[in-house]
């Protein structure tokens, strides 16, 4: 088995190997039934491109390799993962388009050697990429959106905003995550949405959603992903966050209605804490109001954080928010970031998420899934075709 990535290595050591192995032995419930219009999730990172400057044949490439799974899907949705959040924090507008971006092109923690590549990459691509996907796809008959994410950690690229410029924003005390609560230093570097600097005191969570409208309306995209359960402070393992206040729970209430107010029209998926509402609330102070903000949740069930019995557990009480928000399950081939592969390394439990999202979809809303592994491959296309006939086809 390859090594532990960096940042994960914490789970491993609280959580019990045969538990990150997945309870294999326990399935869900839910009887299998017609299912209501799926949406298929892909989240692809740069590697995926060879030439930023003619990305035409990669792009019509990898929407072909995934039609078995999003042709018969009623829409798609692309999460074109540029790089983590210094592209968007540090973004200055459509005059600074020439600038570079910081994209992912590291395999694990982003240390120095570990770039898969020295191609640049500049905004005027990212808007050229987006509108490549959005174009083919829908030549290729799909309804298909293009998001970006942005993420509360310092993973998969160089972050010199929350390094450098504004490390107040980070609560180290809960593994780096973004705190929205913490007013911010003055500065006079040029943003998009600061074009004289940031004043003195703007809360960072409000920085944060005015650069991420500016960037998707700017770039073209159709939405945005919160990854790693941006918006609160700790993430993943239960009791590993501030435990639950109302000062906190309004504070995210807050930040999540600013960020339904300016993305408008704009599309906004949150990837969960693993964990079932109970569980945000008392250990994150997630409001039960703040799920009503996004139009996808993604009830997480990555195999190298969680097990089958944690997910559906997590996956049952998602469920119960449909009436607020469309609910996506996950499935889990290949790691964007880190060289290990579920399919390899955790081969019982990426089969199991298979069978939960067949058990379930007469009650999901679609399927997540990273759509690439370190190095830009794609997941195989048999285990698409299979997963495509058993999901759509025989349920």
């Known amino acids: 088995m390859t090594p532990w990535p960096p940042t994960l290595r914490p789970i491993h050591a609280l959580l019990p190997l045969g538990l990150l192995l997945g309870a294999c032995s326990e399935g869900p419930s839910q009887p299998a039934g017609d299912p209501p219009p799926q949406t298929v999730v892909l989240l692809a990172t740069p590697k ?14 990898f929407l072909d390799h995934y039609a078995p799974l999003t042709t018969p899907a009623a829409k798609t949705i692309v999460i074109f993962g540029v790089g983590n959040s210094e592209h968007i924090l540090q973004y200055r507008g459509p005059a600074h388009w020439d600038e570079g971006v910081e994209w992912a092109r590291h395999i694990g923690f982003r240390e120095p050697g570990t770039e898969i590549s020295d191609q640049p990459l500049d905004y005027h691509q990212v808007a050229r990429i987006v509108e490549l996907f959005r174009s083919l796809g829908t030549e290729a008959g799909l309804n298909i959106k293009v998001y970006d994410f942005i993420d509360q950690g310092r993973e998969f690229a160089y972050t010199n905003f929350k390094d450098n410029r504004h490390p107040e924003c980070l609560d180290r005390n809960f593994e780096d995550a973004f705190n929205i609560r913490v007013p911010m230093r003055g500065d006079s570097f040029q943003y998009a949405s600061a074009p004289n600097g940031i004043p003195e005191g703007t809360l960072c969570g409000h920085f944060l959603v005015d650069q991420v409208g500016h960037y998707v309306r700017d770039l073209g995209f159709d939405g945005i992903l919160y990854k790693n359960q941006l918006g609160t402070r700790g993430h993943w393992l239960p009791g590993h966050g501030p435990g639950y206040s109302q000062e906190e729970a309004d504070a995210i209430d807050t930040f999540l209605a600013y960020s339904r107010e300016v993305l408008g029209q704009r599309e906004l998926m949150w990837f969960d804490s693993y964990n079932n509402v109970q569980e945000e609330r008392d250990t994150w102070s997630f409001p039960s109001t703040g799920y009503a903000y996004f139009d996808y949740l993604i009830a997480s069930g990555f195999c190298v954080i969680t097990n089958t019995q944690r997910y559906i557990d997590n996956l049952e009480s998602k469920l119960e928010l449909r009436d607020q928000v469309q609910i996506l399950a996950t499935l889990d081939y ?15 439990e990426s089969r199991r998420l298979e069978d939960v999202a067949i058990q379930y979809r007469s009650r999901i809303d679609g399927v997540m899934l990273f759509a690439n592994d370190e190095v830009g491959g794609l997941v195989p296309r048999h285990l698409l075709e299979s997963f495509s006939h058993r999901f759509y086809l025989e349920g």
């Open 48 to 61: 995926i491109i060879s030439d930023f400057s003619q990305p035409d044949d990669d792009i019509a490439s």
């Open 334 to 348: 290949v790691d964007p970031w880190y060289d290990y592969n579920s399919m390899v390394e955790f081969a019982d």
